[in-house]
């Protein structure tokens, strides 16, 4: 395990390699304890590099090494090779091959990254630094090779055997019980995207024929007993591979594409060339044990890692710090992928419900970082909300500005200019920037300026002058080593909406005070590129109700100065749905702040009969998107109020006021939502369609409230919804809305379920998870209870993160006011380092918002981070972000920030 002391890697720093590997040919011999690795690296010079530099290949925990260079063996002192590095002090100068001979334990390898076991089968994890735990390589993605590889194995421990690329051999190892298989990848790629699979696994398959005619042969590998499971995977494979040659004509490039799912694996998924290899959670569902939401997940993220086949592996990054490169491209794909299959606006309140609970928190708070990072120290710890959600949220800006045209040539230009290379941010840009023939030097602020920007906006009716004026203004506030902020380029899509619907939008030319341009107003999309502007819209016969930031067009906190009855305006008749939602949540969060208020004031919440009677009209109207009105009557959670107040946060008063107003519209709303309840239900057989699942979640949000009103009437409903659900969607539902009303129901309603599902581990760690999520204090001891369940393990990544991970975002218990959640998931971090530092790394990021709480709890979260942070022999990961959750920075870090940031927060001292 790489512990603490790792150095900071800068991206100023970059220099291209002095040396380039071109061909990899690996045969490597699997045994469970010493699988043996011999690495054929044909290597030469790179013009781009220094010549008769060293060359000093990466290496993680390797053992016992047999270097060979053209053929003769190689006397390496110990400064030469050591378990991290192999170094060749005097290269030749001209091309060269190395064979190295590596041995790995893949059954001892806990970390999941490397060459490990899952189950019964051999499988890797390369990116970002794994393929250094298998052999001395030059890790880095900008040095892409050309890979052939031999698997061997015992026939009946591996009869399945995969690689990357296209089969090219395979047979007997005659007089022997192993067997053999040769893989070949045409395509030169980087050593993050190799991978192998050996095991006992079942399989199903399918062909694809793509548009210029290639036929790919289709499999997806699993665990004996879940072929069945696969059908909807596989399914969601085809449209996906279909929609990217429509939508961005894109073809598959090789003969198989490959799909393994394992139940150990410490991510969602990996794009591996031609091999993908998923956690079992994003691949396995049948109606009895998958949700819609299961079922939408899986066919994102088949979606996304297919997808990087063109975004990632095609093109790559020059470079980690261009992460955003691969996976905000990728995302920003898979959403449009998933809005087109599905309800685009459904997808886009879903979307930013997410960028709003993971992204905005994390750049708020002191792990706040740049879309392109410019240092880190461990690379796995920038695998974030803000490269992943926020860099796709860039990308749709880019595309409300130039339009879509522009955007689809500028795609198509940057497939075209930069296939088979190891591209840059600057390099993408640059194909928007020629196809638009615009200059996005200032876009490109998004990528180099941390923090989420603050868009208020006032607005201004003239009656006699018939003119509404709309103030927008910007401002970003300081985030770690960035105390000064720039204004950015905010496309805000913009409508007017009057007692009839839309008005259009008129305004004076550009140059004259308060002017637009043609396009801005026929887009709806104007610019703001300054601190603030003013624009001045003529010939309005009616005060409007201003529109702001369709389609959540930009990633800002909007700062509205609308009244409620714009706002209910908006929320009856806006024609952006997104809009139509978002007015809602304000309103909403506009009264549970002023309870949150009154609650810590000593009084109580106000009941609001206004608002209840606007959800109402919104239910009413059910039936002709049940989708979208589940999201319309699902109030803001704790964590967007806790945003919203920002500081000294109190979480206490927030769940009771939120309990309170959920109360008095459920208890308002009871006969609509009832006969919602029943007309939603259906005994047709389970579809997963996007239309049948939104009928489900209505049904379930309906009840959902209905308990909120009434816990007895909801109960009662729930548990008959629970014992005669046909579908996991219903029973899990159901069984979610009873988790909320302690008492004997529950116990016996998650006794059954535990019973019914015990075989399952995808369905015990549904169980796990809601337990862990109960907004009671008795939840700590239940949590403490089931880390002594037989079925708990430390060991799966899966299990973790549905007992410990979900305690974690249980806001309430986690930031109790006493502590104990805190020192628990301090305590479950230090436990689990050693074995896992990736998994451990990605816990601790719960105390992100630390900072934001009251004092008392910011007290104990201190006092939690402060012996995670004094514990000895921790890994480079949890290392990283605990130093930087406390604001404790190296003193190479803090050289970087500037003066007035210094005094602000005390440099630690180096290492
Ligand atoms: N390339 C990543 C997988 C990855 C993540 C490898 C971190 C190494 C470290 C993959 O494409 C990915 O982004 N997976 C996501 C799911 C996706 C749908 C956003 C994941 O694993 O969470
Ligand atoms: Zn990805």
């Known amino acids: 395990m790489r512990t603490d002391t ?20 690996l045969d490597i011999k699997l045994h469970l304890n010493a699988t043996h690795v011999r690495a054929r690296l044909s290597v030469r010079p790179n013009p781009l590099g220094r010549p008769g530099a060293p060359l000093v290949l990466d290496g993680d925990g390797l053992k016992a090494a047999m270097v060979l260079l053209d053929g003769v063996a190689l006397d390496l002192g110990a400064n030469a090779l050591s378990p991290d590095r192999l170094t060749l002090s005097e290269p030749p100068r001209t091309a060269f091959e190395l064979t190295i001979d590596t041995l790995v334990d893949p059954s001892a390898n806990t ?26 390589f030059l890790d880095r993605p900008d040095v892409l090779s050309v890979y052939t590889t031999r698997i061997e194995a015992e026939k009946a421990q591996a009869p399945v055997l995969l690689g990357n690329g296209n089969l090219v051999e395979s047979g007997d190892i005659t007089g022997s019980t192993r067997h053999y298989a040769i893989w070949h990848d ?29 036929n790919v042969e289709l499999g997806i590998y699993v665990e004996h007993g879940k072929e069945t499971r696969v ?45 993908n290899i998923f956690n079992d959670k994003y691949v396995l569902a049948l109606p009895q044990t998958a949700t819609d939401l299961d079922y939408a997940h899986i066919e994102g993220v088949i979606a996304h890692e297919y997808f990087h086949n063109w975004t990632g592996n095609r093109i790559t990054c020059r470079d980690w710090f261009q992460l955003c490169l691969k996976e905000g491209l990728t995302v920003f794909r898979d959403q449009e992928f998933s809005s087109d299959q599905r309800s685009r606006p459904v997808k886009r309140i879903a979307d930013v419900r997410t960028l709003r609970a993971a992204q905005f928190p994390e750049d708020s708070g002191p792990l ?40 689809r040539k500028g795609m198509d230009l940057y497939f075209d200019r930069c296939d088979g290379m190891a591209a840059t941010v600057e390099d993408f840009i640059a194909c928007f920037a020629k196809v638009a023939g615009r200059d996005l030097t200032h876009f490109m602020r998004w990528y180099t300026q941390a923090g989420t920007p603050a868009l208020s906006v006032s607005s201004d009716y003239d009656a006699d002058a018939k003119t509404f004026t709309l103030t927008l203004a910007q401002s970003t506030a300081p985030t770690p080593g960035q105390p000064a902020k720039l204004p950015l380029v905010i496309p805000v899509a913009l409508g007017l909406v009057g007692a009839d619907g839309d008005l259009p939008l008129t305004t004076k030319a550009p140059d004259e005070d308060g002017g637009a341009s043609a396009h801005e107003c026929a887009s709806g999309v104007f610019e703001l590129t300054t601190a603030s502007r003013r624009i001045v819209f003529h010939t309005v016969a009616e005060r409007p109700a201003p529109s702001v930031l369709r389609g959540f067009s930009a990633p800002v906190k909007l700062d509205l100065d609308s009244n409620a009855d714009d706002l209910l305006t908006l929320a009856e008749r806006d024609s952006d749905l997104f809009n139509r939602w978002q007015a809602i949540q304000t309103l909403a969060t506009r009264l549970l702040t002023t309870s949150v208020g009154a609650i810590r004031a000593g009084g109580l919440p106000k009941p609001d009969t206004r608002f209840a009677e606007a959800l109402g009209g919104v239910l009413g109207a059910f039936a002709s998107d049940p989708a979208f009105t589940a999201q319309a009557i699902s109030l803001p959670t704790e964590a967007d109020i806790a945003r919203e107040i920002g500081r000294d946060v109190d979480l206490d008063a927030i769940h009771m006021a939120r309990r309170e107003l959920r109360r008095s519209v459920g208890a308002q709303l009871q006969p609509r939502l009832l006969s919602a309840y029943e007309a939603l239900s259906n005994d047709a057989p389970y579809s997963p369609d996007a239309r049948s699942a939104g009928a489900r979640a209505l049904r379930n949000a309906a009840l959902d409230l209905i308990c909120a009103g009434d816990a007895r009437t909801g109960a009662d409903i729930a548990m008959r919804q629970f014992q005669s659900a046909h579908n996991m969607t219903e029973q899990f539902g159901a069984l979610a809305v009873l988790s909320m009303v302690a008492g004997d129901q529950r116990e016996q309603a998650l006794d059954a379920f535990y019973r019914t599902h015990a075989s399952d581990p995808l369905v015990i760690d549904k169980w796990f998870a809601l ?58 971090v230090m436990e689990i380092d050693s074995r896992n530092p990736q998994v451990a790394a990605r816990l601790l990021g719960a105390f ?64």
């Open 771 to 828: 337990q862990a999520l109960i907004p009671e204090t008795e939840t700590y001891e239940r949590v403490r209870g089931l880390m002594e369940h037989h079925a708990f393990t430390y060991a799966n990544p899966n299990r973790l993160r549905s007992l410990i991970g979900s305690f974690a975002a249980n806001l309430t218990q986690f930031h109790a006011a006493d502590g104990r959640g805190y020192d628990l998931i301090a305590s479950v």
């Open 368 to 407: 706040a970082h740049n879309v392109r990072p410019e240092t880190y120290l461990e690379i796995n710890n920038f695998y974030t909300p803000t490269i992943y959600e926020k860099g796709a949220e860039v990308i749709r800006m880019l595309k409300a500005l130039i339009g879509a045209e522009a955007f």
């Open 111 to 136: 970390q999941l990254m490397g060459l490990y076991r899952s189950g019964s089968a051999y499988c890797t994890q390369c990116e970002a630094e794994g393929f250094r735990r298998i052999t001395y």
């Open 6 to 25: 790792a150095q900071p890697v800068r991206l100023s720093d970059y220099r291209a390699p002095d040396y380039l590997i071109e061909a990899v040919d």
């Open 231 to 275: 059908a909807y995977a596989m399914d969601a494979l085809k449209r996906c591979m279909r929609w990217d040659e429509e939508a961005f004509g894109r073809e598959y490039d090789l003969d198989v594409f490959n799909i393994v799912a394992v139940s150990d694996f410490n991510m969602g998924a990996m794009e591996n060339k031609g091999l």
């Open 186 to 214: 045409p395509h030169p790629k980087p050593c993050y995207l190799f991978a192998l699979v050996g095991g006992d696994l079942g399989s199903i398959h399918d062909r694809f024929t793509t548009t210029s005619g290639r």
């Open 848 to 911: 992100r918002t630390w900072r934001s709480m009251e004092a008392g709890r910011q007290a104990h979260a201190q006092l939690a981070l402060k012996r995670v942070a004094a514990t000895q022999g921790l890994s480079a990961d949890v290392r990283d972000i605990v130093d930087r959750s406390l604001n404790l920075l190296t003193k190479e870090r803090a050289t970087d920030t500037l003066d007035s940031f210094r005094s602000r927060f005390s440099p630690r001292p180096a290492r």
